[in-house]
C-alpha cells in the first residue's frame, strides 16, 4: 500500500477569543464601577442630607434647662450643621459649653449663650 498523500499536516488557527473576552470583561467591569460610584454617591448625598435633618431637628428642640445635657448635645450634633460661613461662631459655642461638660454640678446655662445656640440654629 502505498502512503496516503490528501492528508495535509496541521495548520495553525489564530483565535483571539481570550483577548476579546478580556476586553469584554474590562469593559463590564469598568461600567461597572461607574454605575457603583454613582450610587454611592447618590447614597452619601442623601445620607448627609438626612444627618442634617435629624441634627437640626434635635438641636431646635433642646431643652435648656438642663445645662449639662444640652451642652452635650449641641457638642454631637450641632458639627453636622457647620459650614464654612458659621465655623467660627460654632467654635465659640463650643469652647463657652466646655464649662458645662466636664463638672459634677454645673449652674444654669447663660441667657447670652443660649441665644447665641438659638441664633446658630436657625441660621
Known sequence: ME???????????????????????AVVLLIL?????????NQMIKRRNNDRKIALKTLKELDFSNSKSTAYIFSAYAPALVNDSNTVEFEKINTALLTYKYKKQVGKLDTTLIAQIEAFVNV
Open 33 to 41: 464601577l461607574i454605575f457603583g460610584r454613582y450610587i454611592w454617591q
Open 3 to 25: 502512503t496516503l498523500k490528501d492528508i495535509k499536516p496541521l495548520v495553525s488557527i489564530p483565535d483571539n477569543s481570550l483577548i476579546y473576552l478580556l476586553i469584554m470583561l
